[in-house]
């Protein structure tokens, strides 16, 4: 293997230019700000955790995670997403705290990926955590929120899908009953979008017809409130029909919070994570192939930690904003150049701290007389140039 150049990085990350940074920051800062005022309360956790802890509970594959040894020989791993470190801080540092807990968080998250994927390995989540409510108000207060924190980081154009795992399960237990391998490969057709494919593997299993037409029937269950009756005729299992009940009250909610355009019914959704247990959903942006923010319902993950609890919750994927948000041109802040001399210094740094103490970016630079350049403002996209240069102080707006 050969040794990489001084300038090269890994493949999957990325460095951020000062462009890029200020944009982050801002839907960072705009999206926890819409967070707290719902009531939801920033938490920090580390960057790496025990491998037999947060790792094995993450829900993410082993060929996906980043481990690393202390000096101790300890199995360590990068964070592979934020629900598992805020579901052992729950059970640990907050174990006292009555439920229920409203917590928010911003963090990069580590997944190792295929070379050829074109994915990111590291990457930036912005989501919350409503722990210890099973309600569908529960549900729909994350739904709504998560549509709240997307217009706040600037998204304008986007659909939630919210589907339910229990009808999915239930559906294929009724039809399926006894083949969890076609279950499974079904399942995760469905997860990928491969429509042509479910399709396809549906045609191989050799069903009577009347359960081909039923499995197929499920890829066009996408639309408002009146989805929930067709598939209330689709499947007769207790589990399938509790599911589709709870879909049922959670429009309820969500129209109540009168969000209900930027909400759709999609019972083809089974969410990415296997510690999803009812309620899940996705959203998709305008203009962009990959979903921008995620969540659902995780009633079983907190047992990992010794504190039984439901709990819900999403994460807005940031990277992705951000680059929805590339072609946007940002408001920049007034940033000032103040030359001076060694006869003006005193009086051009004290003009420097006046400014700034008003929230003003001010770059200061030492000149000698006869070698100012007014032009350099200008070159460096600075709004404003003021010179103490020989003592006078002079200020010009650069075009």
């Known amino acids: 293997m050969s040794k990489p150049k001084v300038f090269e990085k890994p493949i999957g990350v990325k460095d951020y230019l000062p462009h890029a940074v200020a944009k982050m920051r801002r839907i960072e800062r705009q999206t926890l700000e819409c967070m707290n005022r719902w009531g939801y309360e920033q938490i920090i956790t580390p960057t790496m955790e025990f491998y037999d802890t947060v790792g094995v509970a993450s829900s993410t594959s082993d060929q996906k995670l980043f481990k690393l040894l202390n000096n101790r020989g300890t199995t360590l791993v990068l964070r592979s997403d934020m629900t598992a470190p805020i579901a052992r801080v729950v059970s640990s540092l907050l174990k006292e705290t009555p439920f229920p807990l409203r917590l928010s968080y911003h963090a990069n998250v580590f997944r190792?990926?295929?070379?050829?994927?074109?994915?990111?390995?590291?990457?930036?989540?912005?989501?919350?955590?409503?722990?210890?409510?099973?309600?569908?108000?529960?549900?729909?207060?994350?739904?709504?929120?998560?549509?709240?924190?997307?217009?706040?980081a600037g998204v304008e154009r986007f659909k939630i899908a919210i589907?339910?795992?229990?009808?999915?399960?239930?559906?294929f237990e009724e039809t399926l009953p006894g083949r969890p391998e076609a279950q499974e490969a079904l399942?995760?057709?469905?997860?990928?979008?491969?429509y042509v494919g479910y399709r396809e593997l549906l045609r191989s299993l050799s069903l009577a017809e009347p359960v081909l037409k039923e499995l197929?029937?499920?890829?066009?269950?996408?639309?408002?409130?009146?989805?929930?009756?067709?598939?209330?005729?689709?499947?007769?299992?207790?589990?399938?029909?509790?599911?589709?009940?709870h879909l049922c009250e959670i429009w309820d909610v969500l129209k109540a919070y009168?969000?209900?355009?930027?909400?759709?019914?999609?019972?083809?959704?089974?969410?990415?994570?296997?510690?999803?247990?009812?309620?899940?959903?996705?959203?998709?942006?305008?203009?962009?192939?990959?979903?921008?923010?995620?969540?659902?319902?995780?009633?079983n993950?907190?047992?990992?930690?010794?504190?039984?609890?439901?709990?819900?919750?999403f994460a807005?994927?940031?990277?992705?904003?951000?680059e929805l948000l590339d072609g946007v041109e940002e408001a920049q802040p007034e940033r000032v150049l103040i030359s001076y001399d060694a006869a003006g210094r005193a009086a051009a740094l004290e003009e420097a701290q006046r400014l700034r103490s008003e929230g003003v970016s001010v770059v200061t630079e030492r000149v000698e007389a006869g070698q100012q350049d007014t032009n350099s403002a200008d070159r460096y996209g600075y709004a404003t140039f003021i010179s103490f240069v020989g003592s006078q102080g002079t200020k010009g707006a650069q075009s």
Do not use: W
Request: with cysteine; proline share 3%; aromatic share 8%.
């Open 112 to 152: 190792a990926i295929e070379e050829e994927a074109g994915r990111d390995a590291e990457f930036f989540q912005t989501g919350v955590e409503l722990v210890g409510d099973p309600s569908a108000e529960a549900d729909a207060e994350v739904v709504a929120l998560a549509i709240a924190s997307l217009k706040a």
């Open 163 to 171: 589907g339910h795992v229990g009808f999915l399960n239930g559906l």
């Open 187 to 194: 399942k995760a057709c469905l997860l990928g979008r491969d």
């Open 216 to 245: 197929e029937g499920i890829l066009r269950l996408r639309g408002g409130q009146e989805i929930c009756d067709q598939a209330l005729q689709l499947s007769g299992t207790a589990t399938a029909k509790a599911s589709i009940q």
């Open 258 to 299: 009168g969000v209900c355009e930027n909400v759709l019914i999609d019972l083809t959704m089974i969410g990415d994570f296997s510690y999803y247990t009812g309620m899940t959903f996705e959203g998709y942006a305008a203009d962009l192939g990959f979903p921008v923010v995620s969540g659902g319902r995780y009633d």
């Open 301 to 313: 993950l907190l047992t990992q930690f010794g504190r039984p609890a439901p709990a819900t919750g």
């Open 316 to 322: 807005i994927k940031t990277t992705r904003v951000l």
